[in-house]
């Protein structure tokens, strides 16, 4: 099992930035593609951004240009730099891992982060 815990959230104002950072632990050999959800009041969990273990990367439309998804093998974690907030990025945030090269990885969950983008 994978256990993954999320850090970063918090509230700023439209047009700012935040980091979002998701540790993974476990059984972290398992891992191959890491990727970021989010979640707002009323919606769909959607695909925010994926990146694979061989560097492939997927991001929402919506985000192009404004987030940037990485991730540091050696220490397990997976970040999401998230620039020109608007407040439509308002949502609670997910790290999720899987087993399988996919952009769309949904093994494991982490617990979520909220973010606010107030305008």
């Known amino acids: 099992q994978v256990q993954l815990v999320e850090s970063g959230g918090g509230l700023v104002q439209a047009g700012g930035s935040l980091r979002l950072s998701c540790a993974a632990s476990?059984?972290?050999?398992?891992?191959?593609?890491m990727g970021w959800y989010r979640q707002a009041p009323g919606k769909q969990r959607e695909l925010v951004a994926a990146i694979t273990s061989g560097g492939i990367t997927d991001y929402a439309d919506s985000v192009i240009g404004r987030f940037t998804i990485s991730r540091d093998n050696a220490k397990n974690t997976v970040h999401l730099q998230m620039n020109s907030l608007k407040p439509e990025d308002t949502a609670v945030y997910y790290c999720?891992?899987?087993?399988?090269?996919?952009?769309?990885?949904?093994?494991?969950w982490g617990q979520g982060t909220q973010v606010t983008v107030s305008s």
């Open positions: 999720a891992t899987d087993r399988k090269a996919t952009i769309r990885p949904v093994g494991s």
């Open positions: 476990g059984s972290i050999f398992s891992i191959n593609a």
